[in-house]
T-cell receptor, first 111, second 114 residues
Framework: SQQGEEDPQALSIQEGENATMNCSYK?????LQWYRQNSGRGLVHLIL?????REKHSGRLRVTLDTSKKSSSLLITASRAADTASYFC???????????FGTGTRLQVTL | GAGVSQTPSNKVTEKGKYVELRCDPI?????LYWYRQSLGQGPEFLIY????????DSGLPNDRFFAVRPEGSVSTLKIQRTERGDSAVYLC????????????FGSGTRLTVV
């Protein structure tokens, strides 16, 4: 079963603008990760935030985590056409390290 | 190898046939995971191996699905009596030691059952 919902399902912005994607999850996690997927194939790990962290940065990416609301957000600043992809959040649990993914946000960045 | 390798990249099979999907993890990674991704959805967990044994197979949808990892490296996902609903991208991932360190996905096998 899916971990939760991502919002919006699809997002279209112009190059240079910021893109914000939100994720809500259902069960307890010990970390939350964001992945990028091009053309429905391989998943590329972007960033991991632990349950005791509230915010994390990596290059143009900023992730927040609110465990009381069971939600996370991914901000991509100064977007580029190459950022066009689907983005998934995934909750990680300690046992077995399996990931439970959200439904994804399709981001389209136009020139 | 440098990354997680999955073969074949695409597989078309007839309903009722048997298929095998192969995953070759990163060398030295003891943990291996299979996920299935249906069109428009996020990946869903199928099974997790730690070494040669299946530590968690709670995601396998039914007894037509089976996976092995006999020598603790390459894994094969086996699907018997395939159904059209099995059509999906099957993704494999490996990690260094069953934690999230080095968690890396392969490019997947797109299975189409006609």
């Amino acid at each position: 079963s899916q971990q939760g919902e991502e919002d919006p399902q699809a997002l279209s912005i112009q190059e240079g603008e910021n893109a914000t994607m939100n994720c809500s999850y259902k069960t307890s996690i010990n970390n939350l990760q964001w992945y990028r997927q091009n053309s429905g194939r391989g998943l590329v790990h972007l960033i991991l935030i632990r349950s005791n962290e509230r915010e994390k940065h990596s290059g143009r990416l900023r992730v927040t985590l609110d465990t009381s609301k069971k939600s996370s957000s991914l901000l991509i600043t100064a977007s580029r056409a190459a950022d066009t992809a689907s983005y998934f959040c995934a909750g990680g649990t300690g046992t077995a390290s399996k990931l439970t993914f959200g439904t994804g946000t399709r981001l389209q960045v136009t020139l | 190898g440098a990354g997680v390798s999955q073969t074949p990249s695409n597989k078309v099979t007839e309903k009722g046939k048997y298929v095998e999907l192969r995953c070759d993890p990163i060398s030295g990674h003891t943990a291996l995971y299979w996920y299935r991704q249906s069109l428009g959805q996020g990946p869903e967990f199928l099974i997790y191996f730690q070494g040669t044994g299946a530590a968690d197979d709670s995601g396998l949808p039914n007894d037509r699905f089976f996976a092995v990892r006999p020598e603790g490296s390459v894994s094969t996902l086996k699907i018997q009596r395939t159904e059209r609903g099995d059509s999906a991208v099957y993704l494999c991932a490996s990690s260094l030691d069953g934690t999230f360190y080095g968690y890396t996905f392969g490019s997947g096998t797109r299975l189409t059952v006609v």
